[in-house]
Structures are given as structure tokens and as C-alpha cells.
């Protein structure tokens, strides 16, 4: 395994950040939907000092971190990865499943085998192996059964559920065909694997990119329920509609509420992959927190 496209997982991590900061960021407004949504609608930043990225970015820090020294998934280090970085800051604001699995897995990260299949039931199937898999698409875009095969084994760590594998595959492969300037729905639900992620793709192949964001979000779910299947085919949708125009992609996955920090970071990381954050206004990038290391 020697695929290493550094350069667009490093541009891929910059667009899932910056969604997952500036998606976060709505977040105290949605005490008030209405007016969360027409901010939305009129493009108005309410001022606040900082974006701070959360959990979304912090596992996507770790899966490039493990692809970096091992140029592959590892699953155990993946896994003793995600529990540092959940050790070294709780607060980001991750799932219920996470508080409970990555603690246990600090002192034996092999323990993954036997506690992730029994976290729910049958399983994690929430969004969280799709929200930090985008750059490794990207770093595999030349393989795309190489992207594929690597996405399942990144989710596995912690999600062991159908739908939350499923999830990761479809956009870790959005991502890879987004470097390749490749994307499109019906072909990304033909490589992904069987169930309701799928089927969420097929159904957003046959929504029009004329239909507004908000409505797009009613049929196609925004993530409020925190699952893959509920979270992915939007963030998909808006991410094949602004290929090209990461900005644009993000005001359209805002419009659609929800899990608006994890729908961002998916949206930002597959299209970020090809554009970068070159053209994104250099106010927002001084106001989201920066990475660390070698990938800010
Ligand atoms: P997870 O594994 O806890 O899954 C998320 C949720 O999905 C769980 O808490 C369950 O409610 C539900 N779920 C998962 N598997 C099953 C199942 N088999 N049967 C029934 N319900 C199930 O955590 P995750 O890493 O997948 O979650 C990622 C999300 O959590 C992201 O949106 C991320 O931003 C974060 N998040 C945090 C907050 C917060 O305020 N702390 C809010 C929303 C999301
Ligand atoms: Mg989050
Ligand atoms: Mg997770
Ligand atoms: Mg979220």
C-alpha cells in the first residue's frame, strides 16, 4: 500500500475542519430555529471571537495521524489514536458511544474487537466513522477499492454497525472521486455497500440541484438523528451540487440544519479535497482554530 496523496488529504482536512468550526458555530441558535435558519438564509455571522472544531476533527487528526506512520490502517493504533485524543480533550463534543468506548480503550486499544460490535445494538451506526474519513479518501484517490477497503477498517475500530461502515465508505469514496474530479451520486451509491446509507444516496441522485438546501435536508434528513444513513446522502447531495465552490457547499449544508458541525465536515472534506481552502475569505480562516502540526 503506497498511494500517499498528502497534498489532497492535507487539502481535504483543512475543508472538513473548517466545516465542522463554522457548522459548530450555529449551534447556539438553534434554541431559536427560525432565526438560526434565516441567518443562515441571509448569510449573516453572527460575530463571535473563535470557530473551535470538535470531535469530527479530532478523529480525522488521529486517521491521518495513523495513515502517516503507517502509510495504512492500523487498526489498533487507530484505535489507541481516537483514546488519546479523547483522553487529551473530552469536551469536543462527542457521541454518547464515544465517552464510553474510547476511556476502555486507552489502556487496551485491542479491546476494540470485542467492546465496539457491543456498543448499541449491533453496534455504532451514528455518523462518526463518516465525519473523519473524507482525507483518507483523498490521501487513497488513485484506488478506489483500495479507498473503500481502508475506509471499513478505519470504521470498524468504532463503528461495527452496517450502516455506520457503510457511511464511512461513501464518503471516503465521494472524497477520492471528488480528487479525481470524478463525483456524482449514482456513482457513488454503486460503490457503496449495500443498506439504507445506499439507498439514502439513490434517493438523492433523484433530487434536483434546483431544489432549495432546506427542502433537500426534509427529504434526504439532516443528521438530527445522528446516524449515518440520516447524515450522509445530504451532506453528499450539497457536496456534488458545489463541487468546485467549498464556500457555497457550506451555506448550502447550514441551510439544512441538524447535525450541521457533522454535515459541514463531511461536505467540507470531500469537496475541500479538490478545491483546498484557497478561495475561502480570509476571515473565516483566521477565526477557525488551527489544526496543529503539519496540517494547518
Ligand atoms: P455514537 O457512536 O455515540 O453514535 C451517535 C448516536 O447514534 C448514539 O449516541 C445513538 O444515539 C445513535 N446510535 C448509534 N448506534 C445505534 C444503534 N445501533 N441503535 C440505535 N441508535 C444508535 O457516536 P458517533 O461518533 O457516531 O457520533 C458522532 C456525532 O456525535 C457527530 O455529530 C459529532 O459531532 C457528535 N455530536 C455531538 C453532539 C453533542 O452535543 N455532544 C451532538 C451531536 C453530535
Ligand atoms: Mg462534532
Ligand atoms: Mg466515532
Ligand atoms: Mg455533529
Known sequence: IRIADRAAARRSIQGLSLGDAFGERWFPLFREPVRAAAEIRSRTLPAEPDWHWTDDTAMALAVLRVLDEHGEIDQDRLAACFALAHDADAGRGYGHGMHVLLPALLPAPG????????????????????MRVAPLGAWFA????????????????????????????????????SVRGELGLARLAALTPEGEVRDGLLRAAEVPFDTAPW??????????????????PFAV?????????????LWATA???????????????????????????????????PLGGSWD
Open 255 to 289: 441551510e439544512g440544519l441538524g447535525d450541521v458541525d457533522t454535515t459541514c465536515a463531511i461536505t467540507g472534506g470531500i469537496v475541500g479535497a479538490a478545491t483546498g481552502v484557497d478561495r475561502v475569505p480570509a476571515a473565516w480562516l483566521r477565526r477557525r482554530e
Open 142 to 177: 488513485a484506488d478506489l477499492d483500495l479507498v473503500a477497503r481502508q475506509a471499513r477498517l478505519s470504521a470498524e475500530v468504532t463503528h461495527a454497525h452496517p450502516e455506520g461502515v457503510a457511511g464511512a465508505v461513501a464518503v471516503a469514496v465521494a472524497a477520492a472521486l
Open 237 to 249: 447531495w450539497t457536496a456534488v451540487r458545489h463541487a468546485g465552490d467549498l464556500v457555497e457547499a
Open 215 to 232: 427542502r433537500a435536508a426534509d427529504l434526504l434528513g439532516n443528521g438530527q438523528r445522528i446516524r449515518a444513513a440520516d447524515t450522509v
Open 111 to 130: 479491546d476494540w474487537r470485542t467492546l465496539a460490535p457491543t456498543l448499541f445494538e449491533g453496534g455504532s451506526l451514528g455518523n462518526g466513522a463518516a
